[in-house]
């Protein structure tokens, strides 16, 4: 009885040890795959941004335009509209986990030109959405972007929530939507001056010193499905972050057990 009850006990310990041992978050020997160690996403493109893509290596730029940006340009009084989608470029391989108490971190760089809106108009100010593929997660608009033709700089800080903690593969990829919709210019100083309307997008390649990536608090699986509690309880697995529910418990069982056979040992 005494060594079913060992051999019993030496085998939830092993299974417990492996089960909380931490999961890989990502295929960390493909860079452009998400890791631990690699978690910044780039942003690349065409030079009209009618191809978006992004991937987690910041060496690859193949394909990308090579100034650095893409840009659109509009007539004189035609309106400064966008609509586009950068995508991931390949699915990713593994699911990709996120720290729950972390934050998105989405840096791009634009440079309008357009008139503003007045009441009558229907306009949209820059907009980024975060999509988990099809699925839109969260949502900004930027009414405060310049739109003179100078550099802007947009930094978006997004709090992970319990929708945003994994993104399976083949399915729930990122992707960035970015709108912008605003009159352009046709008025008598157009005469003068020129009034085509522009929309740059920079990539991250770009040589003008502007951010063009995503941040993500990547993690291995165990800290992003049971994070620790502040209190200290981690649940009934005893502790051990990632395990199944229970063995903690159990194993304690079989300590007790284990230390009374090891008693009525001596007894006798």
Known sequence: MANRLMTLCMAIFLVSSATA???????????????VENPHMHFWGT?????????????DSGGSAEQGYGD?????????????TCRLQENFKDTMYLSPNGTIIIEI????????????????????TLQKG??????????SVDNSFNEEQIRWEIPV?????????????????????KPGYNDITCI??????????????????????????VVNMSEATEPADPDGDNGDDGGIAGAVPGFGLTAGLCALALAAISSRSKNE
């Open 21 to 35: 041992a931490p999961a890989s978050a990502q295929t960390a020997d493909d860079p452009k795959q998400p890791s």
């Open 72 to 84: 659109r340009t509009f007539n004189q009084g035609q309106r400064v509209e966008v609509s586009f």
């Open 161 to 181: 929530d319990q929708n945003m903690t994994s993104w399976n593969r083949s399915g729930e990829e990122p992707a960035i939507m970015i709108e912008y919709s």
């Open 109 to 128: 760089g634009v440079k309008i030109y357009s008139a503003d809106c007045n009441d009558q108009e229907d306009c949209t100010n820059l907009t980024l």
């Open 192 to 217: 003068l001056l020129d009034c085509t309307g522009e929309f740059w997008f920079y990539y991250y390649n770009n040589q003008d010193g502007m951010d063009a990536q995503v941040n993500f608090p």
């Open 47 to 59: 030079d009209d941004f009618s191809s978006c893509w992004t991937h987690f290596d910041s060496n």
């Open 134 to 143: 099809n699925l839109d997660v969260a949502r900004q608009e930027f009414p």
